[in-house]
Nanobody, 116 residues
Framework: QVQLVESGGGLVQAGGSLRLSCAASGNIYSIKDMGWYRQAPGKQRDLVAT???????YYADSVKGRFTISRDNAKTTVYLQMNSLKFEDTAVYYCKLRQGLVMDYWGKGTLVTVSS
């Protein structure tokens, strides 16, 4: 089993910044990628950004230029630096780890609230 623990969420004014962290532990092997997703109230969970084991990154159009995904050298902690936050960035942010081809693990989420 793999455990993911997110941290760093909170309340911030529009235009501000937050940094989310996601630490993975447990039976970690064959990590394909790690990423962040978010779910706003009443909406589906959407991809925000991913980073592969090779370091390739992907961003949703809505966050390009504002958010940056990165990881530590051990490749078991992933970060999401969020700048120029907007009200519409308000959501619960979830960390996901893909192990192998089809095994996905999710964290419990951390709430980001951006006040306008």
């Amino acid at each position: 089993q793999v455990q993911l623990v997110e941290s760093g969420g909170g309340l911030v004014q529009a235009g501000g910044s937050l940094r989310l962290s996601c630490a993975a532990s447990g039976n970690i092997y064959s990590i394909k990628d790690m990423g962040w997703y978010r779910q706003a109230p009443g909406k589906q969970r959407d991809l925000v950004a991913t980073i592969s084991t090779a370091g390739s990154t992907y961003y949703a159009d809505s966050v390009k230029g504002r958010f940056t995904i990165s990881r530590d050298n051990a490749k078991t902690t992933v970060y999401l630096q969020m700048n120029s936050l907007k009200f519409e960035d308000t959501a619960v942010y979830y960390c996901k780890l893909r192990q192998g081809l089809v095994m996905d693990y999710w964290g419990k989420g951390t709430l980001v609230t951006v006040s306008s």
